[in-house]
């Protein structure tokens, strides 16, 4: 399985982003999350397998620590 980004809406609501294959997931994350918003590499292997209730899936905002959509950081 490949690698996910985790982040959250405004409204607080997790999101998983999935980058296109080829793509390199640190670059997609900081293109895919919102200016300033924390966010979180994952292999998709630790997501949970039963989707029914996915709109209430949560994060803890302190386990988001990859980094911010649309910074500068050490992958450029």
Request: avoid cysteine; aromatic fraction near 10%.
């Amino acid at each position: 399985m490949g690698k996910v980004i985790i982040h959250k809406a405004e409204d607080g609501t997790l999101l998983i982003t999935r980058p296109g294959e080829g793509h390199d997931v640190h670059k997609a994350a900081r293109q895919a999350v919102k200016h300033g918003k924390a966010y979180k590499i994952i292999d998709e292997s630790e997501l949970p397998s039963d989707y029914t209730f996915r709109w209430a899936w949560t994060v803890d905002d302190s386990s988001l620590t990859d980094g911010f959509g649309n910074s500068s950081d050490k992958y450029e």
